[in-house]
């Protein structure tokens, strides 16, 4: 059964820190994307990776920054959460064409105090 | 902005009635997709679409495209209260190495 799992269902930050958010897919998939969810504007795209190593902007990279250093893992980065980053943040993972069929993890709900 | 909007935002119906969500979206596309949204978890895919293919059906769900009207729509014949969740539609863009989602419809099935 394809799995992608993230680090943590519920996390609480203070404004000024740094947050790491962990994502690993054991399907072998080389793409992989970090979305933020909020009520009312859907899924935004944060950064993609097509492979190791490379990574794209998405719509909102703004205040993000992406890893990959191995395929399976991609971690989005918060250098210095601020409150307007509070949010639900999906991951997912596909392969091939960046258009096929995503299987998303279960999602990590922050709360930036 | 969206590349998908979903319509109705909201769709409340008894168990055993059908749903109908729509999708409308803006530019040439590759396939659609929708997605399930259990509350507070990930997404999950139901169906893809391709743009030369007009019509498909997986169990209970029929998806139609109309590339023409850049419109898609998503059945849910004799509905149960699993059927609860968010439905988001999904294209991939000009380029074609992203998906962008609609906001969604939240979908209530009543026992």
């Known amino acids: 059964d394809v799995k992608v799992t993230q680090s943590s269902r519920y996390l609480v930050k203070r404004t000024g820190e740094k947050v790491f958010l962990e994502c690993v897919q054991d399907m072998d998939h080389e793409n992989m994307f970090w979305y933020r969810q909020d009520p009312g504007l859907g899924l935004r795209l944060i950064y993609f990776?097509?492979?190791?190593?490379?990574?794209e902007k998405g719509d909102i990279p703004e205040g993000y920054s992406v890893s990959r250093e191995k395929k399976e893992r991609f971690s989005l980065i918060l250098e210095s959460a601020s409150t307007n980053q509070t949010s639900m943040y999906l991951c997912a993972s596909s392969r091939g064409r960046a258009y096929n069929e995503q299987f998303f993890g279960p999602g990590t709900r922050l709360t930036v105090l | 902005s969206q590349q998908g909007e979903e319509d109705p935002q909201a769709l409340s119906i008894q168990e055993g009635e059908n749903a109908t969500m729509n999708c409308s979206y803006k530019?040439?596309?590759?396939?659609l997709q929708w997605y399930r949204q259990n509350s507070g978890r990930g997404l999950v895919h139901l169906i893809l679409?391709?743009?030369?293919?007009r019509e498909k059906h997986s169990g209970r769900l029929r998806v139609t495209l109309d590339t023409s009207k850049k419109s898609s729509s998503l059945l849910i014949t004799a509905s149960r209260a699993a059927d609860t969740a968010s439905y988001f539609c999904a294209t991939d863009n000009n380029a074609g190495n992203m998906l962008t989602f609609g906001g969604g419809t939240r979908l209530m099935v009543k026992p």
């Open positions: 679409i391709r743009s030369n293919e």
């Open positions: 990776s097509y492979d190791v190593k490379m990574k």
């Open positions: 530019t040439s596309i590759n396939n």
